[in-house]
């Protein structure tokens, strides 16, 4: 089937954003290889002597590679691919070896953390679906789940059967290190009491008590069983799963288990609570409460770890299932905070996660916000700050529905931080920088793309810096340096070329709006001297800027209409001129150029083709639908040849 035509025009000036762009792409390749040649052992593991005292420690050390993966994808190099494989097998040798893993898998621990660690394996899995080795331990991965017989999940009941689970089963509590729950645990104070409703203790310092803290572990022991909201997140592993091939076993796991979750949330009004007990009753283990779980509303974060796990259980229920409806999961619970906002400053606020929004809002935290409450006790709604942005705006980028982007425009003009400002921080999630790109989506803040890349350009810079200068011991080193670390930046790359927000951290599946495919070397991502600008996200419009930054070279890029297949393209206007002369004579001062023109062109499949002579641009306006295949994992393959006619069709 020929390819529809795409008018292309050529550049008279060149924008600063697609240098920017490609200029990121080549400080990335530097980087990451100096991080691996300073950090990392021959086989691929990380340099650490130290030990694991508990259940904590293993997404740590995936987390410094997550978004290896994603970086080819994009576009960057085959190395980086090669090396993030590496880098996976080495780490997961290490802590095998160290006693964290069971047939390459953790051995247990809340699905907070685990959807940490877990984002790693699911960018490699999307990046090279070939890939047989990934794609058995991703079928492996799944069945801990799915199948019964492994402890992790009661059909009877359709629960996960603890907080901690994994390779071994349901293990019990919550490790060794919270067997007395003491006061002087400083880091964990600003999150108060991890159970509010035992007798004698009704503040942090009644854990100085001896007796008091060996209770407050006793019962954090004891209490953590059953089911807990964040385990939505395990649904993830299920859907990396089938989107080798579609097994209908997995996504009716998913399906069932986010229905059982929302059946809850039914019962509760619409919000879902944070706790099942191992009987299958909600707050049986609380007195009837549908708060206090672990990891739930009350203790430690609440709305985003809760939030998290919802969102992502809803959208996964979306993917599989083809219904928006489990969202409603995510709109009713930022509904509620919202209905119980306040305004006032992070800066007089004595919220529990204070000390980051203080670091990344600078003069901005004493400015009034809308604030709304994180958690939720015996004395209702607490620890007010502004709304996590990550859930709002992947609600609304999954639905593209226009309620959806009403609430989160309402959230957006609450932040304290002007919308057009490009705030110069990285934290180890890599996002942050939601409001100032959905602004220039909104057409509000034209000016982003340059500003951001050159943000991202200064992020790996400073991480270049910090590698240069900070050379810790392997044997005392703290296991979060490596995230602080990471010179690869994809958050900036990642909405600017395929219209996409940052992963959801806690386990999100590496979705995007557009992916690309080199047509000439059949591998994915941008070609070489290409770069990419999704301009707008409007329903099922998507605007869309190509640049060939090559002098001499024709690129062809194939766009397609989203990662795994789950929409196609209906057609694509491009915008070109007729009747001007380029590059016309070398004695005028300028080419002349012709009326604009545009094209309006079926495509009615999942791909399209664009040919970009060189320095020349496509401008496009596409329009999408939703697929009628089932969505898989992919990897591009390489296009015959150009023939001569494309060639001169794809220049004015």
């Given at each position: ?56 420690g293993v997404d740590d050390f995936y987390e410094p590679f997550f978004n290896w993966p994603t970086f080819h994808a994009l576009g ?154 964040v385990n939505l997140a395990a649904t993830s592993l299920v859907a990396n799963r089938w989107l080798y091939d579609g097994d209908p076993a997995s996504r009716d796991w998913i399906l ?397």
């Open positions: 089937m020929p390819q529809p035509f795409v008018r292309t025009v050529p550049m008279r000036e060149i924008p600063a954003w697609a240098v920017l762009e490609r200029r990121l792409f080549d400080e990335i390749e530097v980087a990451w290889r100096r991080f691996a040649e300073l950090y990392c052992e021959p086989d691929g593991r990380i340099r650490y002597t130290g030990g694991f005292p508990d259940r904590d960057g190099s085959d190395e980086i691919l090669d090396a993030a494989k590496h880098h996976w097998e080495g780490v997961t040798r290490q802590l095998t070896e160290a006693g964290m893993l069971t047939d390459e898998y953790e051995n247990g621990y809340d699905w907070f953390h685990q959807g940490e660690s877990l984002i790693f394996f699911y960018a490699l899995c999307a990046a090279d679906p070939g890939d047989e080795r990934f794609a058995e331990r991703a079928r492996r991965f799944a069945a801990l789940y799915t199948d019964p017989a492994r402890g992790n999940y009661d059909p009877a009941r359709n629960m996960i059967t603890a907080p901690h689970t994994g390779a071994l089963g349901p293990l019990e509590g919550t490790g060794p290190q919270w067997q007395a729950y003491r006061a002087e645990q400083r880091e964990m104070r600003a999150y108060g009491l991890p159970l509010e409703h035992l007798p004698g203790i009704e503040r942090w310092e009644d854990l100085e008590d001896p007796a008091n803290a060996d209770a407050m572990g006793q019962a954090m022991q004891r209490l953590a069983a059953g089911d807990v909201a069932r288990y986010v229905d059982g979750w929302r059946e809850r949330a039914a019962a509760n009004g619409g919000m879902i609570p944070d706790n099942v007990a191992p009987d299958g009753t909600v707050g049986g283990l609380h007195d009837g409460r549908w708060y206090g779980g672990h990891y739930g509303w009350t203790w430690p974060h609440g709305l985003p770890s809760v939030g998290m796990g919802a969102l992502i259980g809803g959208i996964n229920a979306a993917f599989v299932g083809g219904d928006d409806a489990a969202l409603d999961l995510t709109r009713v619970m930022l509904d509620t905070v919202l209905d119980h906002a306040i305004t006032a400053s992070v800066e007089e606020t004595p919220m529990s996660l204070r000390g980051g929004w203080l670091s990344r809002l600078g003069a901005d935290a004493s400015k009034p916000a809308l604030l709304v409450p994180h958690r939720f006790g015996r004395h209702g709604w607490f620890d007010y700050g502004p709304m996590p942005l990550d859930l709002p705006t992947w609600l609304w980028w999954t639905s593209r529905e226009p309620g959806d982007w009403d609430r989160l425009r309402r959230v957006m003009a609450g932040y304290p931080e002007a919308s057009v400002d490009v705030k110069p921080f990285r934290d180890k999630a890599e996002a942050g920088h939601e409001l100032p790109w959905l602004a220039f989506l909104a057409g509000e803040n034209p000016d982003y793309p340059a500003r951001a890349l050159s943000m991202a350009l200064g992020q790996v810079a400073r991480r270049m810096a910090l590698m240069e200068t900070e050379h810790p011991d392997p044997a005392t080193v703290h296991i979060h340096f490596w995230q602080r670390v990471n010179p690869v930046v994809t958050e900036i790359l990642g909405q600017l070329i395929t219209g996409t927000p940052q992963v959801l951290y806690n386990g999100g599946l590496p979705f995007q709006a557009l992916a690309y495919e080199d047509a000439d070397r059949g591998r994915p991502g941008l070609p070489r001297d290409v770069a990419a600008l999704v301009s707008r996200l409007d329903g099922d419009r998507i605007d869309l800027t190509l640049v060939n930054l090559a002098p001499t070279a024709t690129r062809r890029v194939v766009v397609r209409a989203s990662r795994f297949g789950e929409q196609d393209l209906a057609e694509a206007t491009s915008f070109g001129e007729e009747g001007g002369e380029y590059p016309g004579s070398s004695v005028w001062y300028t080419s002349r150029p012709g009326e604009p023109v545009a094209e309006t062109v079926a495509v009615d499949a999942p791909e399209l083709v664009v040919e970009l002579p060189p320095s020349h641009r496509a401008d496009l306006v596409l329009t999408t639908v939703a697929s009628r295949r089932e969505p898989r994992h992919r990897r591009g393959t390489a296009l015959p040849a150009a023939t001569h006619e494309s060639k001169e069709h794809s220049h004015v």
